[in-house]
């Protein structure tokens, strides 16, 4: 809405696809939008080129014009590569801020960057927010998830514009204020390490149908297809859907079939396996996920050792599709439990008291991990979760109940035909060592004590104690 006010109500700094597709997305939704660009010759074609909606555009020569065009307090949003650059940006553009403007970074940060640069704003009486913007291009323009850190205040000025652009569910923006400092992109690094995990389950069950089953791209995508209906209807399930029905247009090969198997990754997916470590977690499937990515760039080995290894592979009968598609919703269910453990460990840490259920919420639509399971979890820890558990909600224990032996029988197929199921076989070794009361880390304290007196704690005493050892002689 064009409050009246002088100037605009938001700077868009930034215009590669995310960015352009963010200030269309403010405009469409009445608000009057600064835009601007390192390359200046951009910002011209782009506003000429956004239809009706270039009236609500403002463009400006210099980053001192586009800063004086947008009204005070200033929210600008910058949509460009968050390291360096975005330091270098800053550092320009803060000696023209005034008091109670605030930056925005919309971009895929490490959060502790985020937490440095909010750090040097403090006493400074502006302001900087760390944005996780999920959707990709698609979702940017017509309704992404958005996960704010930050101030109250720069969050009390976002928060109009912001919940008017975001996806709904229901009549529910999918936008919150989830903590200060680097809150907001932290939930959105453990959302794209769960996107790695949901991407790399789905793709483990493509190659056993593959490799084991025989069945053909188009005929896996058309049962994914099928199973848009059910329980594990989600966005990444219909992305897989398409793609593995898309003809190659040069070939008229299934298009997937032509696609090198290597994956790249940009970071998000590493940084939550590394701060679920720093905070004592393991997030294993995420961690699977991020491994399975950096094995599948060792392409030349794979072919050597294709030739060579032995695989003592027997052969199996691949299990039912309903049961694929169950034990896909187990290793599903179980690493949100894992992704939402990491937040719970974050939140404790630094102290941002992060509401799971309203980031559940927020993840029911627009983003890239929504999905039929996400509304059950929304409502579970809606429900409350005494001790934040995600796997000891009722409805997931009922869940478990009908789909933790199919993915027993799955990773068991997978295994013993010889194909690799790094995060299905992950999910259920987590699952299998959480249900059991008694581990095995008493053996592990043990030796510990045996070779460094390390000390353990016994059942029945309190306080740190020590073998009486008997060393090992020998011969
Ligand atoms: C989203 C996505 C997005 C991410 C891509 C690619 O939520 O819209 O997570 O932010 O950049 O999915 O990520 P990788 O290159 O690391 O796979």
Not at 155 to 172: C, F, G, S, T, Y
Not at 238 to 261: C, N, R, Y
Not at 447 to 461: M, T, V
């Amino acid at each position: 809405m064009t409050s009246g006010k002088p100037g605009a109500d938001i700077g868009v700094f930034g215009l590669g696809t995310m960015g352009s597709a963010l200030a269309l997305n403010f405009a469409e939704h009445g608000f009057r939008v600064a835009v601007f660009n390192k390359e200046v010759d951009w910002i011209a074609p782009f506003i000429a080129t956004a239809g009706p909606l270039g009236d609500r555009l403002v463009g400006a020569a210099s980053l001192a014009e586009f800063v004086a065009s947008i009204a005070r307090p200033r929210s600008i949003l910058f949509m460009i590569p968050s390291g360096a650059p975005l330091d270098a940006m800053i550092a320009n553009i803060l000696p023209l801020l005034e008091d109670g403007d605030t930056i925005i970074d919309g971009g895929n940060a490490d959060f502790n960057d985020t937490r440095r640069r909010s750090a040097a704003f403090e006493g400074t009486r502006r302001h900087f927010v760390g944005m996780g913007v999920s959707g990709g291009a698609e979702g940017a323009r017509h309704g992404p998830s958005m996960m704010v850190g930050g101030t109250d205040h720069s969050w009390q000025h976002l928060r109009p514009m912001v919940e008017a652009i975001a996806a709904k569910h229901n009549d529910d923006p999918c936008v919150a204020h989830l903590g200060p400092d680097g809150a907001g992109h932290f939930v959105k690094t453990v959302h794209n390490g769960i996107e790695y995990a949901d991407m790399q389950m789905i793709a483990e069950i493509y190659g056993l149908l593959r490799d084991a089953g025989g069945r053909s791209a188009p005929d896996i995508g058309a049962l994914f297809e099928s199973w848009q209906d059910g329980p594990l209807g989600s966005y990444l399930i219909e992305v897989s859907a398409a793609v593995l029905q898309t003809t190659d247009g040069a070939t008229g090969k299934p298009l997937v079939d032509m696609i090198l198997d290597q994956a790249g990754q940009k970071g998000t997916g590493r940084w939550t396996v590394i701060e679920a470590l720093k905070l004592g977690q393991s997030a294993s499937t995420i961690e699977a996920a991020v491994g399975a990515r950096g094995w599948s760039s060792a392409k030349t080995t794979r072919e050597t050792a294709d030739a060579v290894l032995p695989t003592a592979a027997q052969t199996t009968d691949l299990p039912d599709e309903a049961t694929l598609a169950s034990a896909l919703l187990a290793a599903r269910i179980i690493s949100h439990a894992q992704g939402f453990g990491v937040l719970l460990a974050a939140s404790t840490a630094f102290d941002w008291q992060l509401d799971m259920a309203r980031i559940s919420e927020i993840w029911r639509a627009g983003c890239i991990i929504r999905s039929k399971l996400l509304d059950d979890i929304a409502v579970a820890f809606r429900a409350g979760l005494p001790d934040g558990e995600l796997i000891l909600a009722p409805a997931m224990i009922e869940t478990l109940e009908g789909t933790i032996g199919p993915l027993r029988q799955v990773v068991g197929a997978a295994v013993l035909s010889g194909v690799a199921v790094p995060c299905l076989s992950a999910a259920l070794a987590w699952y299998d060592t959480m249900h059991r009361a008694r581990g095995t880390a008493n053996l592990i304290q043990a030796q510990r004590d045996f070779f460094g007196a390390h000390g353990f704690e016994r059942l029945d005493l309190t306080g740190a104690q020590h073998g009486d050892w008997r060393p090992i002689t020998r011969s």
